[in-house]
């Protein structure tokens, strides 16, 4: 295989450990914490989780290590998007496998959780496991999106993992995923199998984070390579000086990572879902507000400038999701072959203008004529709008200049306005993991062998203190259920760990929406540049603004 020289650099990098898990395998004891509960709906969930509700918190410190010898068979699955930072969980996980007893194996499921049904998997060596440390992607197994929750698929799973005697699986997933970790703990529990179940919080979103978890792992390196593309835009847009960028990035739900790259790079305007929810702006109130930006720096001349949009921001706009929900009902069953069955535009526009109440027509007739093709032409196979593939950015810009149009009739904007689009979010989610998520996710893999040797079953690998160096991290695991609260999902009440959305009242909003009317007026931008892998500290190991807005 040809290797870059980052690559052949990048395998040299030895990630760092936090301080109490450096003294060697034989050094590290546990200190048991206090017994926790669930964040909410504390009785119907330890109802739902007999064998695994309320254990305690834990810490790992330096110390003999009083755990059983035993021979440790651990198979390890990667559930979900990519996040950078995945194989380094496996190589910590399988180094301290093979620094505990080089007899344990370690099995790779493949393509995600659907690998352990199907029994799928590989067996990792030091040849294999080598070609992979500090590197991105989840190609090392490949990942997935089956999600591992009925009786049915646990039954297979404990067969299979009976059949190889595997001892631990370790799930490496979101919120989801790691929701259904804790259900196969209690599976297991409940059935005796004596295989435990650890998670590991993935996901670029930034939303699988609470007061336990800092962050989940990739989006620091995820938000880095975004801010650099956003900053090396500003500095095109401030040099040419004749567009306005539209820039969506991704996280399907939640605008962590449109607030990190706005931290990073202070565009003119940033959307953020939350917020557009909260106070339930309309399609219009959005596009004013950005016009306001446009206009009122044409007036100083500067016909250019950059909107950052947030992936999911369509499904928090109220009326928005009244139409969507109403298109979904139009086309329901056999209405959608009628629909289907009609030959040009003009005859489908009539049907939906027939079918749509008065107030989601409104919201429909406002639409550019790809938007509106696109929310009928393009539906999952339950025939759902598919709100993801949506373009967010070419939407608004489109908002925009009708808007502009207006404001020039009326004779109050005289500008320029040239949009250019972009979506970012496969470019950054394989990237090499910057120095923070080697260590990081390297940490999180260790420790969950630690948790696993210690015979721990339904926690969450949890590695605390981020925003300190390394050195200073601390490797703990927390009861996966503490997390947990009850939601309604699909009509019927489930435990799912709560989606950490972005607070309107938290520290990193607040730095933002103190800042953004300076931004949408003037040219502040800022030029984060490329992750730094090698070199001072103080460039290279860099968290989030996030975290250190939260923490700091
Ligand atoms: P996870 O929640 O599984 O980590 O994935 C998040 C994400 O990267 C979102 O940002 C994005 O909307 C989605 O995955 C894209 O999914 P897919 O890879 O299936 O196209």
């Not at 539209?246 to 605008?255: D, H, L, Q």
Request: net charge negative; aromatic share 10%; glycine share 8%.
């Amino acid at each position: 295989m040809d290797l870059s020289p980052l690559q052949k650099a990048r395998y040299a990098y030895t990630p760092k450990l936090p301080g109490m898990l450096r003294h060697g395998i034989s050094e590290i004891c546990v200190q048991e914490g206090s017994a926790t509960q669930s964040v909410a709906d504390q009785a119907k969930i330890k109802e739902l989780f007999p064998n695994t509700y309320g254990k305690n918190e834990i810490t790992f410190q330096k110390g003999k290590n009083t755990a059983p010898a035993k021979k440790q068979v651990v198979g390890v699955i990667l559930s979900g998007g990519q996040a950078p930072g995945g194989h380094n969980v496996v190589c910590g996980l399988y180094d301290a496998l093979k620094a505990t007893n080089s007899e344990n194996v370690l099995l790779g499921f493949k393509n995600g959780p659907s690998g352990l049904i199907e029994d799928d998997y590989l067996t990792f060596d030091d040849a294999y496991i080598d070609q992979f440390r500090n590197t991105g992607g989840f190609d090392i197994i490949g990942s997935g999106r089956t999600k591992l929750e009925t009786e049915e698929q646990f039954a297979v799973a404990a067969q299979v993992c009976e059949k190889h005697g595997i001892t631990a699986i370790v799930i490496i997933g979101g919120d989801d995923s790691n929701t259904n970790a804790a259900v196969l703990a209690e599976y297991f529990a409940a059935h005796n199998t004596g295989v435990q179940v650890i998670g590991c919080p993935k996901t670029i979103d930034g939303d699988l984070k609470n007061e336990d978890i800092e962050c989940s792992f990739g989006f620091d390196t995820a938000t880095k390579i975004y801010s650099e593309l956003i900053g090396n835009i500003e500095r095109d847009a401030n040099s040419a000086k004749k567009y306005w960028h539209f820039i969506k990035v991704m996280g399907r739900s939640a605008s962590h990572v449109a607030l990190e790259c706005a931290l990073e790079t202070q565009p003119n305007i940033c959307l953020i879902s939350e917020e557009v929810s909260a106070k339930k702006m309309s399609l219009s109130t959005i596009a004013d507000y950005i016009a306001d930006s446009v206009e009122k720096r044409a007036a100083k001349g500067l016909n250019f400038g950059v909107a950052i949009i947030p992936e999911g921001v369509v499904e928090f706009v109220p009326e928005f999701s009244m139409l969507i929900a109403e298109i979904n009902e139009l086309l329901a069953g056999s209405k959608a072959i009628a629909f289907n069955a009609l030959a040009t535009w003009k005859e489908k526009y009539e049907f939906i203008e027939k079918g749509l109440s008065k107030e989601a027509m409104a919201v429909f007739a406002i639409l550019p004529e790809g938007i509106q093709q696109q929310l009928f032409l393009e539906r999952d196979p339950h025939g759902n709008v598919q709100v993801s593939l949506i373009e967010s950015e070419k939407l608004f810009s489109a908002l925009v200049k009708d808007k502009l149009a207006q404001r020039k009739k009326a004779g109050t904007y005289t500008g320029k306005f040239n949009p250019l689009h972009h979506f970012f979010g496969y470019e950054g989610r394989c990237a090499f993991p910057s120095n923070f998520d080697a260590d990081y996710c390297y940490s999180l893999g260790y420790n969950a062998f630690m948790l696993i040797q210690y015979g721990y079953n339904g926690y969450l690998s949890k590695v605390s203190n981020l925003s300190k160096p390394a050195e200073e991290w601390v490797a703990e695991g927390m009861p996966i259920t503490k997390m947990m609260n009850i939601e309604r999902r699909h009509g019927e009440d489930k435990p799912v760990i709560k989606k950490a959305l972005v607070e309107l009242d938290g520290k990193p909003f607040q730095y933002f929406a103190a800042h953004r009317d300076q931004w949408a007026v003037e040219t502040a931008y800022t030029y984060p540049g490329a992750i730094q892998y090698f070199g001072p500290a103080e460039v290279c190991d860099l968290t989030t603004r996030t975290l250190a807005l939260e923490k700091g």
